[in-house]
């Protein structure tokens, strides 16, 4: 038996890539919205960046089903090029024992260039 709240409707990683040739991220932003997957109650979360302080939320706290946390990067080293690792945790706070609560979702950024292709001709016979 459960008491009707879940958590849900979370992706199952988050993936930025930083592009060296032209210096932007793509995506530059990621929108999460929890919902409660299991029933219609409304539902109470919080949002938690990893500790590597790179990883942005314009929202800590929310309410299903319409609340919102845009995810970012902001103060990553981009200069070397590589693939740096973070989390973002979503945590039910009220009703208390919602399942699937709390979710860790992984972060993933990918620092390289994306201007390095080879093209070759195509022949048809």
Known sequence: LTNGVQLGGMPSSINFIYDLAVGQFRPTQITLQPQNIGGTYSMSWAATAGTEGWVKLN??????????AQVSIQGI?????GVYNSTVTITVT????????????????????????????????
């Open 59 to 68: 929202q800590n706290s929310g309410t299903t089903p319409s609340g919102t």
């Open 77 to 81: 080293n981009t200069s070397v090029p």
């Open 94 to 125: 009220n009703p208390s024992g919602a399942e699937g609560s709390p979710q860790i979702i992984p972060v993933r950024v990918a620092v390289t260039r994306l201007d390095n292709f080879t093209f070759l001709p195509l022949v048809r016979r």
